[in-house]
């Protein structure tokens, strides 16, 4: 039996020690920086210096990992007999994935006796990380790449994504609200609370007035869909820590819920979001 690794990608946002701790590799998504010339990678940036430079003004915009960069970074292990599970981001966000699939495919004839299998998380940010986290962990209990591929892709579906924003130019620059609706969603204080469906895509379910309602949404939806209070349960923030201790205490108080981790958004994704976006993550019944 083949050795072999797990993979992904940083919109996972999940911290490289963290990654490194669990063994996972990872491929950075990259963005630029409006004016700039410089391709930066989700890693080389700091997030709150990030988040300082989107309240300023700056506006960055994000690209997908390419063919060839998948190709290059999967042959490093496929040359030592090692197979891969690459577990990456939603193809309902963004082509990242699809072309992971393509270079899987294009490096069979090359390397017969190995294998890259990829899964299309149809996840984000932290959500994509609680799956890698869930691989590690089968990985860890000794079982082979396709059970784990397989148990992947049975949970997958089960990974709920809840999340509000602070402020709703960011979705509107992405097209995801109009300009009519940002400004008077910023006049009256709405604050949406969004998910990711089955399709892996953004979508809201509701508006709330005000940061706390925003907040409750998220733990009023934990409460109806988790299925085990114990874990996991992760937490991705765009620099807004005092709202995360809001939140931590409401799902402790009200579910007796505790937070096994707490990551920032990644640039990639907070470019889309915007400071202040927080998400909860968490293993459902269904989205």
């Known amino acids: 039996m083949s050795e072999y690794v797990i993979y992904t990608d940083s919109a996972c946002d999940i911290d490289i020690p963290t990654l490194e701790e669990w063994d996972v590799r990872y491929i950075s998504l990259s963005l630029t920086f409006e004016d700039e010339g410089r391709v930066l990678y989700n890693d080389e ?18 690209a997908a990992i390419n063919i060839e960069t998948f190709k290059r970074t999967f042959e490093q292990e496929l040359r030592k007999g090692r197979d891969i599970l690459y577990i990456g981001f939603s193809t309902g966000l963004s082509t990242t994935t699809n072309s992971a699939f393509i270079a899987a495919k294009q490096l069979e004839e090359t390397y017969p006796d190995n294998r890259v299998v990829c899964v299309d998380s149809l996840c984000a940010s932290a959500g994509q990380g609680m799956l890698v986290y869930l691989a590690v962990q089968k990985r860890d209990g000794g079982h082979t790449l396709d059970e784990v591929a397989s ?13 509000t924003v602070d402020d709703l130019v960011y979705l509107k620059r992405g097209g995801r609200v109009s300009s009519g609706a940002a400004f008077v969603g910023g006049m009256l204080g709405i604050k949406p609370v969004m ?5 892996g ?3 809201p379910v ?4 005000g940061r706390r309602a925003a907040l409750k949404g998220l733990v009023d939806r934990f409460g109806e869909s988790v299925i085990d209070k114990d874990g996991p349960v992760f937490i991705c923030h765009a620099d807004c820590d005092g709202d995360v201790e809001i ?24 470019a889309h979001s915007g ?3 927080i998400a909860l993550f968490f293993l459902g019944s269904s989205r």
């Open 45 to 62: 940036v700091e997030p709150v210096d990030f988040y300082n430079r989107m309240r300023k003004g700056d506006v960055a915009k994000t």
């Open 151 to 163: 148990y992947i892709e049975d949970t997958k579906l089960r990974v709920c994504h809840w999340f």
């Open 195 to 199: 998910h990711v469906d089955k399709e």
């Open 201 to 203: 895509q953004l979508v």
């Open 206 to 209: 509701f508006k709330a007035r």
């Open 247 to 270: 939140l931590k205490n409401m799902l402790g108080e009200q579910y007796g819920a505790n937070v096994d981790k707490v990551v920032y958004t990644g640039p990639v994704i907070g």
């Open 275 to 277: 400071p202040g976006t």
